[in-house]
């Protein structure tokens, strides 16, 4: 609910791609809390996070063609640095979704587990520094 507030103060200065990626990291964040407490909501709430994240990035290429925009090297070190977080978090973002599936249904979870948490660690630090690091394309290069 937080997120959600915090998203729609900011409606007014950002773009509606930026508000969504910000419903986007306040799911993820909020799910992320949940791990220990309800693991079936912490699932539903990463999987959105995640699902609705991935939608994005394939909207952004469709309608910006944003990889040959990330490729062009015509952005700024901090938009850059955006793009390559966000991109590592993405990729992440796979493996992560893969074994989060192998617990859901029990799967060796001695040994999923430990990985699965590794790599959520970092998807969310990836997306943590992406999400800030995104305000910067609002900057004048």
Request: charged share 15%; with cysteine.
């Amino acid at each position: 609910m937080v997120g959600v507030l915090i998203s729609l103060a900011l409606f007014h200065w950002i773009t509606g791609f930026m508000f969504v990626a910000s419903l986007n990291f306040f799911i993820l964040w909020a799910g992320f809390f949940q791990r220990h407490e309800n693991k079936n909501l912490h699932a539903r709430m990463m999987a959105t996070g995640i699902l609705s994240d991935l939608s994005l990035v394939l909207i952004l290429e469709f309608q910006r063609d944003a990889v040959a925009t990330a490729l062009a090297h015509q952005l700024s070190a901090l938009n850059q640095a955006h793009i390559y977080c966000s991109t590592v978090a993405t990729l992440l973002y796979l493996p992560l979704i893969y074994f989060g599936l192998k617990l859901l249904r029990g799967q060796d979870r001695a040994k999923i587990l430990p990985l699965h948490r590794k790599l959520g660690y970092l998807a969310l630090t990836f997306r943590t520094l992406g999400y800030f690091l995104m305000f910067s394309m609002l900057l004048k290069k």
